[in-house]
């Protein structure tokens, strides 16, 4: 997320840059194409996609949460939380998550809340339940539970790509603790980060995901 303040503005690569449309329910499609784009070194200050993404045949994930802007050195030391998957879930969606998404395409208006994609179980190799529930709003924690990956969530009727280190499991607001999106959210919610600052940037308060993990990149590797 480039600007929590900008709503599907240039530089909202992983859910539209052509701004709230529900004529574009899609966006820019980058969780299931073929497009490339930023530099590794380069991945905690812009977006970054690599030809990997959907080469790639793996059977496992890791996902890291970095603060941005620190060089490549230094990740797995500063990130916030870092876990990882053991059983093999990708063999049953493709290899990797070009495909994976292929099959759950993350678009507005694509089904209903029950229809999300699969929640898988994670190990943690920094941080642990509690404080992954304490990266978002206080009234977010009511509606997940931790210790999982998500995919494909969906709130009344936009579609997010990835709930990370957790399963939604009662309501609707995914829009507040999942990432990545179509090109159609509610008011004020389009984007990478689509309402994390829902009752005013980094507060911890209601709504609100707190400042630590908004302003972090989401590192995804394959397994």
Not at 1 to 23: F, H, K, L, M, P
Request: charged residues 20%.
């Amino acid at each position: 997320e480039n600007s929590i303040y900008g709503r599907c503005t240039v530089g909202d690569r992983w859910s539209s840059q052509q701004g709230n449309d529900a004529n574009l329910p899609d966006g820019d499609r980058n969780w299931s194409n073929r497009n490339t784009f930023g530099a590794a070194e380069g991945a905690t200050s812009d977006d970054f996609k690599n030809p990997g993404y959907y080469e790639i045949r793996a059977e496992d994930m890791s996902v890291w949460h970095v603060p941005n802007n620190f060089p490549l050195e230094h990740w797995n030391l500063a990130a916030i939380l870092r876990y990882h998957t053991e059983n093999h879930f990708l063999r049953l969606y493709g290899g990797n998550l070009f495909q994976m998404f292929s099959q759950y395409p993350v678009r507005y208006n694509v089904g209903s809340p029950g229809n999300r994609g699969p929640a898988i179980p994670i190990l943690y190799d920094h941080g642990d339940k509690e404080s992954t529930k304490m990266l978002y709003g206080p009234k977010s924690r009511g509606e997940f539970e931790p210790g999982f990956i998500t995919f494909r969530a969906i709130n009344e009727r936009a579609a997010m790509a990835i709930c990370s280190g957790v399963k939604p499991v009662r309501g609707y607001n995914t829009e507040h603790y999942c990432i990545g999106g179509g090109g159609y959210f509610y008011t004020d919610q389009c984007g990478d980060f689509p309402s994390f600052d829902w009752d005013r940037l980094g507060m911890e308060q209601g709504w609100s995901a707190s400042k630590e993990i908004t302003e972090s990149a989401v590192l995804l590797f394959y397994r």
